[in-house]
C-alpha cells in the first residue's frame, strides 16, 4: 500500500474513532494517536483529507446527531440534546447549532431546513473499503403503509418526518414491531429533481391490506415477492450509494444474472434517530429476474 493509501485509513480511523466517541471528551493528543501521527502534523494532515478542522468535525459530527434528535425524538429536552453533544448549557448549545445551520435547536425542531444542512456536511471523507457480501435471497410479499416524497432528495428527511409522526399516531407500523423500508424511483444524481420519488415504507401490523383515511397522505400498499441480491451497508446512508454500484459495477458482472423491473430497495434495520450513524446498517436489494 502507497504513503498516500495509509494516510489515508488513518484518517479514516480517526473520523470513526470519532464517531463511535461523541459522547466522550477528545482531544487532539488523544486523536493523534488514534491516526499514529504527531500532533505537530496530525491537524494538518486531517484538513488536507477531509478539507475540515478536527476539531470543526468532533462538533459538527456531534450537532448531526443532535439535529437528527430535534427532528426524530420529539420528547427529548432540549438541554438533554445539549448535554450529549458534549455542551455545558443549552445556550452554549443553541449558540453553535444557530452558527453552523442558520437556525436555533427550537427552530429546527419545528422546521428544519434540510437543505442548508445538507451544505453544511459537503465535505470529503476518505473512503472505506469494505468488502462486499451479497447473498441472493427470495423476497417475500409484503404488504406496506407508504408516504411518497416527490422533488428535492435533500428534503426526503422532511417526508421521513411525517411518516414517523403517522407512525407513532396510528400504530398500524409500529417503528419498534415493523419494517421500514426506502424505494427510490431511480437514481437522484442522474434525474431531474423535480421527477425524483421516494417511498418512505413500514410493514403492516398482523400483515394488514389496509390502513385508515389520514391528514399525513399515507397510503397502503406492497412491495411484490421477488428474487434479489442482499448486500449490507454499514453506516451513514449518504454513502449507500457505494454499496449500490459495487453491486452494479462489481457483482453483477461476476454473475451469471439478470435485472428485474423493480427499483433497487433499502430496508433500514435502524434507524438515524436511534442509533449513532457508524453504528447505522441498511440491506440494499437488487431486484433481479
Known sequence: MD??????????????????????????????????????????????????????FLQLARLKRAS???AFELDMKIIDIALAAQFDSSEAFSRAFKRTFSQTPSQFRQNPDWPNWYQVYEFTLPSCNNSLEVSIVEFAHTPIAYLTHCGDPQRV??????????RR???CSPIAHCRTFGIPNGDPNTMEESAFRF????????????????EFGVKAGAIPAMRCAKATHFGSHDNLEKTIYALYEQWLPQNQEQLGDHPVFFEYLNLIHEVDECDLRT???LPLV
Open 68 to 70: 437528527f434528535e430535534l
Open 3 to 56: 504513503h498516500k493509501g495509509t494516510l489515508e485509513n488513518r484518517i479514516q480511523r480517526v473520523c470513526d474513532y470519532i464517531n463511535h466517541h461523541l459522547d466522550r471528551q477528545l482531544d487532539l493528543t488523544q486523536l493523534s494517536e488514534v491516526a499514529a501521527l504527531s500532533r505537530y502534523h496530525f491537524h494538518r494532515v486531517f484538513l488536507a483529507y477531509t478539507g475540515v478542522s478536527v476539531i470543526k
Open 169 to 171: 399516531q396510528s400504530q
Open 283 to 285: 440491506d440494499v436489494y
Open 199 to 214: 417511498k418512505i415504507c413500514g410493514s403492516l401490523r398482523h400483515n394488514s391490506t389496509t390502513i385508515p383515511d389520514n
Open 157 to 166: 428527511y422532511e417526508s421521513a418526518g411525517q411518516f414517523v409522526a403517522w
